[in-house]
Protein backbone atom coordinates (compact mmCIF):
# COMPACT_ATOMS: atom_id res chain seq x y z
CA UNK A 1 0.00 0.00 0.00
CA UNK A 2 1.07 3.39 -1.16
CA UNK A 3 1.79 5.95 1.71
CA UNK A 4 0.08 9.10 1.75
CA UNK A 5 2.95 12.19 2.45
CA UNK A 6 2.56 15.29 3.75
CA UNK A 7 5.07 17.75 2.95
CA UNK A 8 6.06 21.09 4.12
CA UNK A 9 8.22 23.38 2.13
CA UNK A 10 9.47 26.24 4.47
CA UNK A 11 11.56 27.54 1.11
CA UNK A 12 13.81 31.13 2.46
CA UNK A 13 12.19 31.19 6.02
CA UNK A 14 13.18 29.85 9.63
CA UNK A 15 17.00 29.66 10.46
CA UNK A 16 17.76 26.84 12.82
CA UNK A 17 16.96 28.06 16.09
CA UNK A 18 13.91 29.70 14.45
CA UNK A 19 13.24 26.15 12.74
CA UNK A 20 13.36 24.56 16.20
CA UNK A 21 10.88 26.47 17.62
CA UNK A 22 8.86 26.36 15.20
CA UNK A 23 8.86 22.35 15.12
CA UNK A 24 8.35 22.01 18.55
CA UNK A 25 5.02 23.99 18.05
CA UNK A 26 3.26 21.36 16.32
CA UNK A 27 2.37 18.15 17.19
CA UNK A 28 2.95 15.73 15.06
CA UNK A 29 0.62 12.40 15.08
CA UNK A 30 1.18 10.70 11.57
CA UNK A 31 -1.08 7.49 11.11
CA UNK A 32 0.47 4.11 10.02
CA UNK A 33 -0.37 5.08 6.07
CA UNK A 34 1.30 7.94 5.90
CA UNK A 35 4.78 10.18 6.24
CA UNK A 36 5.07 13.80 7.52
CA UNK A 37 8.15 15.56 5.38
CA UNK A 38 9.61 18.84 6.13
CA UNK A 39 12.07 20.46 3.65
CA UNK A 40 13.93 23.66 5.88
CA UNK A 41 16.41 25.67 4.61
CA UNK A 42 20.05 23.76 4.38
CA UNK A 43 21.32 25.92 7.21
CA UNK A 44 18.47 24.27 9.25
CA UNK A 45 18.85 20.36 8.32
CA UNK A 46 21.58 19.19 11.17
CA UNK A 47 19.46 21.16 14.01
CA UNK A 48 16.65 20.05 13.27
CA UNK A 49 17.65 16.14 12.44
CA UNK A 50 18.52 15.92 15.78
CA UNK A 51 14.93 16.75 17.36
CA UNK A 52 13.19 15.16 14.92
CA UNK A 53 9.85 14.08 16.32
CA UNK A 54 8.97 10.19 15.62
CA UNK A 55 7.37 9.62 12.56
CA UNK A 56 9.31 12.77 10.71
CA UNK A 57 11.02 13.43 7.72
CA UNK A 58 13.58 16.24 6.54
CA UNK A 59 14.09 16.77 2.68
CA UNK A 60 16.29 19.26 0.96
CA UNK A 61 14.59 21.87 -0.84
CA UNK A 62 16.87 21.40 -3.99
CA UNK A 63 20.20 19.64 -4.71
CA UNK A 64 22.96 20.57 -7.65
CA UNK A 65 22.84 18.66 -11.14
CA UNK A 66 27.04 18.07 -10.90
CA UNK A 67 28.60 15.92 -7.98
CA UNK A 68 31.22 18.72 -7.09
CA UNK A 69 32.82 22.01 -8.74
CA UNK A 70 33.25 25.77 -8.96
CA UNK A 71 29.33 26.09 -8.22
CA UNK A 72 28.87 28.98 -5.82
CA UNK A 73 26.07 28.78 -3.21
CA UNK A 74 24.82 25.35 -4.30
CA UNK A 75 24.75 21.68 -2.79
CA UNK A 76 25.82 18.48 -3.28
CA UNK A 77 23.50 15.45 -3.45
CA UNK A 78 26.38 13.71 -1.79
CA UNK A 79 26.35 16.25 0.66
CA UNK A 80 22.87 15.93 1.72
CA UNK A 81 23.35 12.62 2.12
CA UNK A 82 26.01 12.69 4.55
CA UNK A 83 24.48 14.78 6.96
CA UNK A 84 22.10 12.00 7.25
CA UNK A 85 19.23 13.26 5.16
CA UNK A 86 17.69 10.93 2.62
CA UNK A 87 14.91 12.92 0.36
CA UNK A 88 15.27 15.81 -1.46
CA UNK A 89 12.43 17.68 -4.20
CA UNK A 90 13.67 18.55 -7.27
CA UNK A 91 11.71 20.34 -9.92
CA UNK A 92 10.11 22.87 -7.86
CA UNK A 93 7.90 25.40 -9.59
CA UNK A 94 10.41 28.37 -8.20
CA UNK A 95 13.45 26.53 -9.27
CA UNK A 96 12.33 26.54 -12.70
CA UNK A 97 11.06 30.03 -12.91
CA UNK A 98 13.32 32.18 -11.09
CA UNK A 99 16.33 29.82 -12.02
CA UNK A 100 15.76 28.87 -15.40
CA UNK A 101 15.95 25.36 -14.67
CA UNK A 102 15.03 23.73 -17.83
CA UNK A 103 13.70 19.50 -17.99
CA UNK A 104 16.93 18.45 -19.27
CA UNK A 105 18.48 20.28 -15.51
CA UNK A 106 15.77 18.52 -13.73
CA UNK A 107 15.94 14.72 -15.09
CA UNK A 108 19.93 15.36 -14.37
CA UNK A 109 18.83 16.64 -10.81
CA UNK A 110 17.06 13.07 -10.68
CA UNK A 111 19.31 11.16 -11.73
CA UNK A 112 21.94 12.38 -9.76
CA UNK A 113 20.03 11.55 -6.66
CA UNK A 114 19.35 8.45 -7.25
CA UNK A 115 22.83 7.84 -7.37
CA UNK A 116 22.97 8.64 -3.85
CA UNK A 117 20.42 6.94 -2.38
CA UNK A 118 18.36 10.13 -2.42
CA UNK A 119 14.69 9.76 -2.78
CA UNK A 120 13.15 12.44 -4.82
CA UNK A 121 9.88 14.43 -4.74
CA UNK A 122 9.02 15.48 -8.58
CA UNK A 123 7.60 18.68 -8.88
CA UNK A 124 5.57 19.20 -12.25
CA UNK A 125 3.17 21.66 -13.12
CA UNK A 126 1.58 23.99 -15.66
CA UNK A 127 1.72 28.00 -15.31
CA UNK A 128 -1.67 29.99 -16.00
CA UNK A 129 -1.35 31.07 -19.69
CA UNK A 130 -0.71 27.04 -20.44
CA UNK A 131 -3.59 26.43 -18.26
CA UNK A 132 -5.87 28.65 -20.14
CA UNK A 133 -4.80 27.82 -23.31
CA UNK A 134 -5.67 24.01 -22.33
CA UNK A 135 -2.24 22.43 -22.31
CA UNK A 136 -1.74 21.90 -18.42
CA UNK A 137 -2.02 18.18 -19.26
CA UNK A 138 0.76 18.13 -21.99
CA UNK A 139 3.22 20.25 -19.73
CA UNK A 140 3.13 18.34 -17.29
CA UNK A 141 2.76 15.42 -19.67
CA UNK A 142 6.55 16.43 -21.11
CA UNK A 143 7.60 17.25 -17.41
CA UNK A 144 6.74 13.84 -16.57
CA UNK A 145 8.60 12.25 -19.64
CA UNK A 146 11.98 14.40 -19.45
CA UNK A 147 12.48 13.53 -15.82
CA UNK A 148 11.26 9.68 -15.37
CA UNK A 149 13.62 9.31 -18.86
CA UNK A 150 15.56 6.10 -18.75
CA UNK A 151 14.59 5.27 -15.12
CA UNK A 152 14.11 1.27 -14.11
CA UNK A 153 10.96 0.74 -12.41
CA UNK A 154 13.58 -0.09 -9.23
CA UNK A 155 14.30 3.38 -9.38
CA UNK A 156 10.09 4.37 -9.44
CA UNK A 157 10.48 2.91 -6.05
CA UNK A 158 12.33 6.20 -4.72
CA UNK A 159 9.96 9.02 -6.64
CA UNK A 160 7.27 10.36 -5.96
CA UNK A 161 5.71 13.21 -7.83
CA UNK A 162 4.59 16.64 -6.41
CA UNK A 163 1.50 18.32 -8.51
CA UNK A 164 2.15 22.17 -7.99
CA UNK A 165 0.07 24.27 -10.58
CA UNK A 166 2.32 27.38 -10.96
CA UNK A 167 -1.15 28.97 -11.60
CA UNK A 168 -2.48 28.38 -7.53
CA UNK A 169 0.56 29.59 -5.87
CA UNK A 170 0.21 32.57 -4.38
CA UNK A 171 -1.27 34.10 -7.26
CA UNK A 172 -4.81 34.62 -5.36
CA UNK A 173 -6.56 31.99 -7.39
CA UNK A 174 -7.02 28.54 -6.41
CA UNK A 175 -7.87 25.01 -7.44
CA UNK A 176 -10.63 22.82 -7.19
CA UNK A 177 -10.61 19.20 -6.06
CA UNK A 178 -11.81 18.07 -9.25
CA UNK A 179 -8.70 20.34 -10.69
CA UNK A 180 -6.44 18.36 -8.48
CA UNK A 181 -7.96 15.23 -8.62
CA UNK A 182 -7.97 14.73 -12.47
CA UNK A 183 -4.58 15.76 -12.55
CA UNK A 184 -3.91 13.25 -10.20
CA UNK A 185 -4.99 10.85 -12.30
CA UNK A 186 -3.81 11.97 -15.14
CA UNK A 187 -0.08 12.13 -13.96
CA UNK A 188 -0.86 8.32 -12.87
CA UNK A 189 -2.17 7.30 -16.02
CA UNK A 190 1.12 8.81 -17.78
CA UNK A 191 3.36 6.79 -14.98
CA UNK A 192 1.11 3.23 -15.92
CA UNK A 193 1.99 4.12 -19.62
CA UNK A 194 6.07 4.06 -18.64
CA UNK A 195 6.22 1.40 -16.18
CA UNK A 196 2.89 -0.83 -15.59
CA UNK A 197 -0.26 -0.92 -13.12
CA UNK A 198 1.85 -1.79 -10.87
CA UNK A 199 4.35 0.59 -10.02
CA UNK A 200 1.49 3.60 -10.96
CA UNK A 201 -0.60 2.46 -8.14
CA UNK A 202 2.50 1.98 -6.09
CA UNK A 203 4.00 5.91 -6.52
CA UNK A 204 2.24 8.32 -4.30
CA UNK A 205 1.06 11.66 -5.87
CA UNK A 206 0.66 14.61 -3.93
CA UNK A 207 -0.66 17.93 -4.69
CA UNK A 208 0.93 21.66 -3.82
CA UNK A 209 -0.95 24.47 -4.33
CA UNK A 210 -3.48 26.91 -3.10
CA UNK A 211 -7.07 25.37 -2.62
CA UNK A 212 -10.26 26.13 -1.99
Not at 109 to 132: F, M, N, P, T
Request: net charge negative; charged share 25%.
Amino acid sequence: MRKQILAGNWKMNHGPSEALAFLHSFKFEPKNNQRIVLCPPYVSLQSMQKELPRGVELASQNIHQEEQGAFTGEIAASMIKEIGVGITLVGHSERRSYYNETDQIVAQKVRKALEHGLEVILCVGEQLQQREAGKAQEVVKEQILAALKGLTRENMEDIHIAYEPVWAIGTGKTASSEDAQEMNQYIRRQIEELFGFEVAQQTSILYGGSVN
